[in-house]
């Protein structure tokens, strides 16, 4: 007898085309909320947001269970690795987390997927603060 398989997060919420959608309703609120002025200056620290755009639908497709674009064309799935070269403080974080959380409500994505998605996304972006030091600018 054949295991069954799991299906996926990704799958759960609809594939690539509703990641796409999310990742660029979330870039675009980065670009127009208020709460996205200070996380639009440290994707300009990096490659900008196109790129950031890009990479961040290639990295959750991976992380969300589809085909880890990411990994295969950067070798790792390492976020503490991605943002080094960048400082972000605790209002970063939740900036961020804000701003991906309207978007999943304006994407009207819901159920216990999107909740388990929510967690980890949290997760991962309180383990992204780091020093701000670099920048003059002292730890919370």
């Known amino acids: 007898m054949k295991p069954v398989a799991k299906e996926t997060?990704?799958?759960?919420i609809g594939g690539e085309t509703?990641?796409?959608?999310l990742v660029d309703r979330f870039y675009d609120l980065i670009?127009?909320?208020?709460?996205?002025?200070?996380?639009?200056?440290?994707?300009?620290?990096?490659?900008g947001v196109d790129h950031a755009r890009?990479?961040?639908?290639?990295?959750?497709?991976?992380?969300?269970g589809g085909r880890?674009?990411?990994?295969?064309?950067?070798?790792?799935m390492d976020v503490r690795h991605m943002h080094?070269?960048?400082?972000?403080?605790?209002?970063?974080?939740?900036n961020?987390?804000?701003?991906?959380?309207?978007?999943?409500?304006?994407m009207r994505l819901?159920?216990?997927?999107?909740?388990?998605?929510?967690l980890a996304f949290r997760r991962i972006a309180l383990t992204l603060v780091n020093d701000l030091g670099e920048w003059g600018v002292r730890s919370a």
């Open 110 to 118: 819901s159920g216990p997927q999107v909740d388990k998605m929510r």
């Open 54 to 64: 890009e990479e961040q639908f290639n990295f959750l497709c991976g992380f969300l």
């Open 18 to 21: 509703v990641l796409r959608a």
């Open 31 to 47: 670009e127009t909320d208020p709460r996205g002025k200070p996380l639009l200056r440290l994707h300009f620290r990096g490659h």
């Open 84 to 94: 080094a070269h960048v400082p972000i403080s605790a209002a970063d974080a939740e």
């Open 9 to 12: 997060l990704l799958a759960q």
């Open 68 to 76: 880890r674009h990411y990994l295969e064309k950067h070798g790792h």
């Open 96 to 106: 961020w987390l804000a701003l991906m959380d309207r978007a999943i409500a304006e």
